[in-house]
Nanobody, 118 residues
Framework: VQLQASGGGLVQAGGSLRLSCAASGRSFRYYGVGWFRQAPRKEREFVAS????????DYADSVKGRFLISRDNAKNTLYLQMNSLKPEDTAVYYC????????????WGQGTLVTVSS
């Protein structure tokens, strides 16, 4: 069972990227899913999530109105559409599958690097 994140890269400020996270060996539909990020010399922080039980979507204040999280259960894939990117969005982005009440016990992907140039 693993999560494979992809879609990172180098983009100019104001640009867009779409991250994907494909799960193999386990179905997404029974779990909450989310994205976190870790910038250089900073702690990992929450970005967005979709609750398993009611589908509630949550965003960090720093990305509200710019990022959109979605899931395709048929493809077993999680997405993060990132628009109006800022240099401060530069980080390694990680996907996770588990419970929003304790993400640390979930299954984490390997991360994909997003670099936003000014």
């Amino acid at each position: 069972v693993q999560l494979q994140a992809s879609g990172g890269g180098l983009v100019q400020a104001g640009g867009s990227l779409r991250l994907s996270c494909a799960a193999s060996g386990r179905s997404f539909r029974y779990y909450g899913v989310g994205w976190f990020r870790q910038a250089p010399r900073k702690e990992r922080e929450f970005v967005a999530s979709i609750d398993r039980s009611n589908g509630q979507i949550d965003y960090a204040d720093s990305v509200k109105g710019r990022f959109l999280i979605s899931r395709d259960n048929a493809k077993n894939t999680l997405y993060l559409q990132m628009n109006s990117l800022k240099p401060e969005d530069t980080a390694v982005y990680y996907c996770v599958m588990g419970s929003k009440h304790n993400w640390s016990t979930g299954l984490w992907g390997q991360g994909t690097l997003v670099t936003v140039s000014s």
